[in-house]
């Protein structure tokens, strides 16, 4: 007996179900388009993980340290605009000149403005580093702030060690090996140094250990030459090496640098400040 088929038509989906006709196709064709549009709309991710900066924005950031450094050494080298003008000046007067002599003055012309104003920036970029040497130079931590700006795979490890009176030695690891720097009173620091390079001599193996003392005196390092001095340290160490070197160092852990606390006469609190650093 044959049976019959059923008339109704068939329910149509829940809810809680995908569709299953023609049209649900074409639905989930464009909603995978959408996800791609956003994805394609998404803002680009740089290397650092933040998101990426045009190159005009990057200029225009340059430009505005290049300014704000400018005005900063300006304030406190007033000769800065008159020196950058001599060195122009006389850079492209000689480029112009030789022009002259080729019977080209004309082709030389770009070439004497372009070296002109590469001269002028490296005389700005000169007296800035002194200026700022020279506002820094005396301060306590000013060794750790040249260290810090140091180019090239070298950790600093500030006030591993220190004296009430502001006196203090920073690691630096490097392909050299550890170097501390110290900076103070010499007969208070040359003690912290000898300590911490014993505490040091348990884990160095056979990386050396140097010392560096921050002064004008003999066998001193200058403030300015501090960072030159550092950089031309042989290089003792394979890339293997200091990591295994900073990986015991970092297990070793760091001595913090004592700061005084407590009450002073007069019911004021210790506190580091640029104002005390000032009176010091």
């Keep these: 007996m044959a049976r019959s088929r059923p008339s109704d038509p068939p329910a149509p989906a829940g809810p809680g179900k995908a569709g299953t006709g023609p049209g649900s196709r074409f639905r989930g064709r464009r909603g995978s388009t959408g996800a791609t549009a956003s994805g394609r709309g998404a ?3 740089g290397k650092d993980g933040g998101p990426r900066v045009g190159r005009l924005k990057r200029v225009g950031n340059q430009a505005r340290m290049i300014k704000q450094a400018y005005s900063l050494t300006r304030r406190n080298d007033p000769k800065l605009p008159w020196v950058m003008l001599i060195a122009f000046i006389a850079v492209a007067a000689v480029v ?9 003055p004309f082709l030389f012309l770009p070439l004497a403005v372009v070296l002109g104003l590469l001269a002028a920036l490296i005389v700005f970029g000169r007296r800035a580093q002194g200026s700022a040497y020279r506002q820094v130079e005396g301060q306590p931590g000013a060794a750790a702030w040249v260290l810090e700006g140091m180019r090239g ?3 600093v490890s500030a006030g591993v060690a220190g004296t009430t009176q502001l006196d ?3 690691r630096v690891t490097g392909r050299p090996g550890i170097i501390l720097v110290a900076e103070g009173v010499p007969s208070r620091v040359r003690p912290l140094v000898a300590q911490e390079k014993k505490r ?9 250990i140097y010392d560096v003392l921050v002064g004008d005196e003999d066998g001193q390092v200058p403030l300015r030459k501090l960072s030159p001095h550092v950089m031309k340290l042989p290089r003792n160490l394979s890339g293997g090496e200091l990591n295994a070197l900073r990986k015991r160092l970092a297990a070793m852990g760091g001595s913090r640098m004592p700061v005084p606390g407590g009450p002073l006469p007069g019911g004021r609190q210790m506190s580091v400040s640029q104002r005390q650093v000032r009176r010091r």
């Design 43 to 45: 803002a680009k991710v």
């Design 96 to 104: 112009e000149l030789v022009g002259i002599l080729l019977d080209s």
């Design 153 to 155: 795979d070298w950790k």
């Design 168 to 170: 203090a030695v920073h």
């Design 200 to 208: 040091l001599a348990r884990i160095a193996g056979d990386a050396p």
